[in-house]
């Protein structure tokens, strides 16, 4: 199964920016499209981002758009998250996972890696 290991969050001020990565471990995550999810505390865990097995089409939530960016290094199989103008309401933790369709909002594996903490302060 592939495992993914998501790393880059950190504590940020209101403004700032964090570049997250996903990296799979186990097999790929090639042939899929996938997408960056977040769970905030005291709430279910949400769509961010998702990305074409190709890394040529992008979409996202409403929330971020204009603000955080979606991308993909096949050779590296690694998904990425750039945030920039983070505001106090991104704090969550940021998880990856394959969504079963390009445009999907829902994870495609039931298991979820450990994900990455993002706390934004104001």
């Known amino acids: 199964q592939v495992q993914p290991v998501e790393s880059g969050g950190g504590l940020v001020q209101a403004g700032g920016s964090l570049r997250l990565s996903c990296a799979a471990s186990?097999?790929?995550?090639?042939?899929?499209?996938m997408g960056w999810f977040r769970q905030a505390p005291g709430k279910e865990r949400e769509f961010v981002a998702g990305?074409?097995?190709?890394?040529?089409?992008?979409y996202y939530t409403d929330s971020v758009k204009g603000r955080f960016t979606i991308s993909r290094d096949t050779a590296k199989n690694t998904v990425y998250l750039q945030m920039n103008s983070l505001k106090p309401e991104d704090t969550a933790v940021y998880y990856c996972?394959?969504?079963?369709?390009?445009?999907?909002?829902?994870?495609?594996?039931?298991?979820w890696g450990q994900g990455t903490q993002v706390t934004v302060s104001s």
């Open positions: 186990g097999r790929t995550f090639s042939g899929r499209a």
């Open positions: 990305i074409s097995w190709s890394g040529d089409s992008t």
């Open positions: 996972n394959a969504v079963p369709w390009y445009g999907s909002r829902s994870p495609y594996y039931a298991y």
